[in-house]
């Protein structure tokens, strides 16, 4: 989600975006949110898919309040961003519009550039099914709401449940692989809305303990997703 087109300078943004595989190895899938232009903030988390998206449709949700944002695959919880006042306009507060792209992102995507796309198995084709929608409906020029009050948008989650969060725990220790509220390389001080788990900061430091234990890297160069375009979006695809 984005609203890039109405605020260019300060644009708010929520992010699926699919980072391909390695033959082989699993699909890597990776979240991410900007807020007022804030994208000198990278927020990403990364993970593995237990599945293969290309194999069948799988259902991926963001549950995004004036309170909290909650990302899901196949309705279990991924990862959960409450706001916080210190965070001010960096988390996203402005109308945003719902779209898919594909686009070529081979400088960082995979293993840090290492894998480009292949234009010789072109064309690539993305499919969507069962696309659902609840919410406030924004009159771009009058800046006017309508809200979706039918009966069933009852079925929209108001937050993580306790037995959600059990599952939410379980994928990430079993599939996380970065996340920026350890990344000791790019944040010296995490930024002030992450809640450090140490269990994750163990888990992910002996993972990599270049970025997440802070020492030395002595072969090869860091990558960064260069803010030039946004992801995918989608209920089902």
């Known amino acids: 989600m984005s609203n890039g087109d109405m605020f260019q300078n300060n644009h708010d943004e929520i992010d699926f975006e699919f980072l391909g595989n390695i ?10 949110v900007y807020g007022n232009g804030s994208t000198s903030i990278g927020r990403e988390e990364r993970y593995g898919l237990w599945f293969d998206p ?25 990862r959960e961003i409450k706001r916080t006042e210190s965070m001010g306009g ?20 995979t293993n840090g550039g290492k894998y480009r796309v292949n234009y010789k198995y072109a064309p690539y084709v993305a499919e969507f099914s069962d696309l659902v929608l609840h919410g406030c409906a ?13 009966q069933t948008s009852k079925a929209v989650p108001t937050g993580v449940t306790p037995a959600q969060r059990i ?7 079993k599939h996380m692989t970065y996340s920026y509220c350890y990344d000791k390389v790019r944040y010296k001080v995490p930024p002030t809305e992450c809640v450090i788990n140490p269990q994750e900061a163990e888990r992910l430091r002996k993972f990599d303990p270049v970025t997440f234990g802070g020492g030395r890297r002595r072969h090869g160069k860091r990558h960064y997703r260069s803010r030039g375009s946004q992801a995918e979006e989608a209920a089902a695809f």
């Not at 960096?90 to 070529?104: E, G, Q």
């Open 23 to 32: 033959r082989g190895k699993d699909w890597r899938i990776q979240t991410n």
């Open 54 to 78: 290309a194999e069948d449709f799988h259902q991926y949700s963001i549950l995004w309040t004036d309170s909290q944002i909650i990302f899901y695959v196949d309705n279990v919880p991924i």
């Open 90 to 109: 960096d988390f996203p507060s402005k109308p945003m519009t719902l779209y898919a792209t594909i686009w070529d992102a081979s400088d960082w995507a």
């Open 138 to 150: 924004v009159d771009p020029i009058e800046h006017e709401a309508k809200c979706d009050n039918a």
């Open 167 to 173: 599952k939410m725990e379980n994928f990430r220790k």
